[in-house]
């Protein structure tokens, strides 16, 4: 049984800077054991954004999934409150099937480009792989159409 992801709610700090990623500020309390007290403190975020939707201002969610780089884990999983441009005019936020078809298509590519060059180097032949590399491409296109 997998735990639920954990849904956070931030507001983007830095969009616009990084490819398909943006900054999310999350608010949370952190205690002070000597002042017997709570104080507002933040969490910084970086949060794959694959079609570039969000801009700075923007209240969204956001939960871990599966990591996309070295320092993203995050994704954005809705906009709650727009700034700037209303959510009709943005590229599309992707749903969780959206992101998870996305992933496979790329992920059978690679397996593609993997086996074209495995085949290139048991025959020998060099100049074969960038041939076969340019079918797999098509053949990727007419699968993500």
Known sequence: MNPQPQILCGV???AGKMMRAVKVRTAKQ???GFLKKHF???NSYLVSDPNDSLRTG????IT???RVSRHIKH?????VAPWGPAIEERPKVLSTEERYEKWRIRKEAKNLRK??????E??????????EAGEVREKVAATAR
């Open 12 to 14: 983007v700090v830095s």
């Open 30 to 32: 952190t205690y002070n």
């Open 40 to 42: 507002l403190t933040h």
């Open 58 to 61: 923007d209240v969204v969610k």
């Open 64 to 66: 871990n999934e599966k």
């Open 75 to 79: 994704v954005v999983t809705e906009i």
């Open 115 to 120: 086996a074209a060059r495995l085949n290139a």
């Open 122 to 131: 048991v025959q020998g032949v060099n100049d074969g792989a960038s041939v």
